[in-house]
């Protein structure tokens, strides 16, 4: 009996002192992962063909937004003058964006519909209904992916 108590003693020790690695979730490749750099935007009413289209100057208006792949998002934005900043998580289903963080997001948790290609990321907004224009207005935001060369 003396003899089994020894391996049965040694494979306990072993068990119970085996760590398990607790490693972040990465999520699968979505095509957003990533730095992307506000190349422009476009603006108007949903119901009109007239829209407008603003392009960033890297200066006085800019936005850098950075996907991670475990789920963290951070935007930093110069908005001509007032600098704001938005961080917190995302999630991607389909081709829907869910975030949800802290910061200047007007929406408490957006969502939005994308597309990305390697070079590119559209993110689609549409906004709420206006009732004193009796319209719904968009807004697109047009990335292009930063580049370590």
């Known amino acids: 009996m003396k003899k089994y108590i020894l391996p049965i003693l040694f494979m306990s020790l072993l068990y119970w002192s085996c760590e398990e690695e607790v490693e ?3 999520l699968p490749e979505v095509g957003i992962v990533g730095t992307w750099n506000l190349g422009y935007m476009i603006e108007g009413f ?3 063909s007239n829209a407008d289209t603003i392009y960033t100057d890297g200066v006085e208006f800019f936005m850098i937004s950075i996907f991670d792949s475990v789920g963290n998002y951070n935007i930093a934005t110069q908005i001509f003058g007032e600098s704001k900043n938005e961080s917190g998580t995302w999630s991607v289903t389909g081709n829907q964006l869910d975030m949800v963080g802290i910061g200047f997001l007007e929406d ?4 939005y519909e994308f597309t990305s290609t390697n070079d590119n990321l559209a993110i689609y907004h549409s906004q709420i209904y206006d009732p004193d224009l009796n319209s719904v207005s968009f807004i697109n935001l047009i ?3 930063e580049t370590n060369d």
């Not at 408490?108 to 969502?111: I, L």
Request: negative net charge.
């Open 24 to 26: 972040e979730e990465v």
């Open 143 to 145: 990335f292009d992916k």
């Open 46 to 48: 949903v119901d009109s």
């Open 108 to 111: 408490e948790n957006p969502s």
